[in-house]
């Protein structure tokens, strides 16, 4: 099984709704997948019992700052979703998450350090796993 330094990573948005997404210079990303259950516990039962929902797909990330690298700021100005490809290594290329998201951008300012980018997304349809 191969493994990979996460330096490799990469995030790729889209500026604009239906616009084609671009690599975008980053630290690290996260994806949560995290399903939610539903409690159906009943009298008798030996221990909690659960369903299974849907997945409520969410991520972050962060950065430094690029001022001549708008796209962030354009994503989360948006009329809407736009395009994001998630790639946990640029080595393992055909293996990624996509789909459509509704983006959120910060900036930080230090006195004490480097200009910093963060943010989030949230899902706004499917997403897809690529393996190959």
């Known amino acids: 099984m191969a493994k990979y330094a996460g330096r490799k990573g990469r995030v790729m948005i889209g500026a604009t709704v239906g616009g ?5 210079g980053l630290a690290d990303w996260n994806l ?4 939610e259950r539903f ?6 039962d030996a221990n ?3 369903v299974q929902g849907l997945p409520d797909l969410q991520g972050s990330f962060s950065g430094f700052w690029d001022h001549a690298d708008t796209t962030l ?6 009329a809407g979703a736009v395009n994001m490809y ?6 393992a290329a055909g293996i990624y998450w996509y789909g459509t998201a509704y983006v959120d951008a910060s900036i930080s ?3 004490g350090g480097a200009v910093a980018i963060s943010g989030s997304f ?4 499917s997403w897809g796993r690529k393996l190959s």
């Open 20 to 24: 084609a997404a671009v690599a975008v």
């Open 32 to 35: 949560d997948m995290s399903t």
């Open 39 to 44: 409690d159906v516990t009943s009298f008798g």
């Open 48 to 50: 909690k019992t659960h």
């Open 73 to 78: 700021f354009e994503a989360a100005a948006a």
């Open 86 to 91: 998630c790639y946990p290594s640029t080595d």
């Open 109 to 111: 300012v230090p006195v």
């Open 122 to 125: 949230a899902a706004a349809g």
